[in-house]
């Protein structure tokens, strides 16, 4: 093995799976030390499964300002900043939502024992935004207003690929891909050929799976979907992605959307708007000079602004 052989380690984390690439064997146990210990304190500021987690005293706090961790005020910076790039469309207050559809423990457990939902029938009613996160980044304190519950799942698992990937290219001074269930994050000096990333509805998917081969050198690129955190309520089948205006599952034409951007956070903000903004989608994307790659429940594919194969007016 040469020093500047690709290494790769994984292991199961959050109910998914982490994946670090790394440019030199040397950095691979740092690399390791250094990501198990970031994902630590994330999952410590906003598990919302965790009882002694900073979210979960948070929701519970009854509208009482708390203080915080650097690390739990940094996420929750990371997911007012994707509400307001979105116009709300992705909003951190829809833990009450997902609470009432079930998704109330760690997603194995969910999908090994079934949902237990809180309401059964009936609307659930718009979320109660993000505008009641009341955060005072300098005091590092907090406060939720008129009953918000707050879930981080749209943007923690993404930001935390992002300073995992930044610190250990920091601290190892290699190149390194780190993927935590698909969300991908690269820092330093990239592989020759760059890295190259395996696009499809489900990041377990086997590599003869329907999807693409894409590469990236820098930034993240993520997927969103519908179809793989997804279970059935009273015979309804469900997902995790929540319209804000609604409380509900978001119903979209598209069952999976990636997106690559500058940051793995900006990536899963985008693809996740994506999903919830439905056939206004493309539109917004090729807006914002996004390349992205969305798929339709019938398995045909639309692609903006420079992802592989775009074509003048979509396709693939």
Request: charged residues 20%; aromatic residues 4%; glycine residues 12%.
């Amino acid at each position: 093995m040469t020093a500047n052989a690709i290494t790769e380690d994984s292991f199961e984390v959050w109910g998914t799976t982490a994946v670090l690439l790394v440019t030199s064997p040397l950095a691979a146990v740092p690399a390791r030390r250094l990501a198990e210990h970031v994902l630590a304190d994330v999952d410590l500021a906003c598990s919302r499964f965790r009882p002694d987690s900073e979210l979960t005293r948070l929701n519970e706090a009854g509208g009482e300002p708390m203080m915080i961790s650097a690390t739990f005020a940094d996420l929750l910076s990371a997911a007012l900043r994707a509400a307001r790039l979105t116009g709300g469309d992705v909003d951190p207050t829809c833990g009450q939502a997902l609470a009432g559809l079930g998704y109330d423990r760690d997603f194995a457990e969910l999908r090994a024992g079934g949902a237990t939902p809180l309401r059964l029938a009936g609307p659930a009613g718009a979320v109660p935004g993000w505008r009641r996160v009341r955060l005072d980044n300098g005091a590092r304190r907090v406060r939720l207003e008129h009953g918000a519950q707050l879930d981080l799942g749209a943007t923690a698992k993404a930001w935390a690929a992002d300073t995992c990937a930044e610190q250990i290219a920091r601290r190892t001074g290699c190149g390194v891909l780190v993927s935590l269930g698909g969300d991908v994050a690269v820092a330093g000096t990239p592989p020759p050929e760059g890295w190259q990333i395996r696009v499809a509805d489900d990041h377990a998917a086997p590599p003869d799976a329907p999807g693409q081969t894409v590469t990236i050198t820098s930034g993240g690129l993520a997927t969103s979907s519908t179809t793989v955190r997804a279970w059935t309520v009273a015979g309804r089948p469900v997902h995790h992605i929540i319209d804000p205006a609604t409380g509900e599952p978001a119903s979209s034409c598209w069952r999976t959307v990636s997106v690559a951007a500058g940051t793995c956070t900006d990536a899963n903000t985008a693809s996740t708007a994506a999903i919830i903004r439905s056939a206004a989608a493309p539109a917004w994307l090729r807006d914002m000079g996004l390349p992205a790659r969305l798929v339709r429940h019938d398995g045909t594919v639309e692609t903006t602004a420079g992802w592989p194969g775009d074509e003048p007016g979509g396709g693939a």
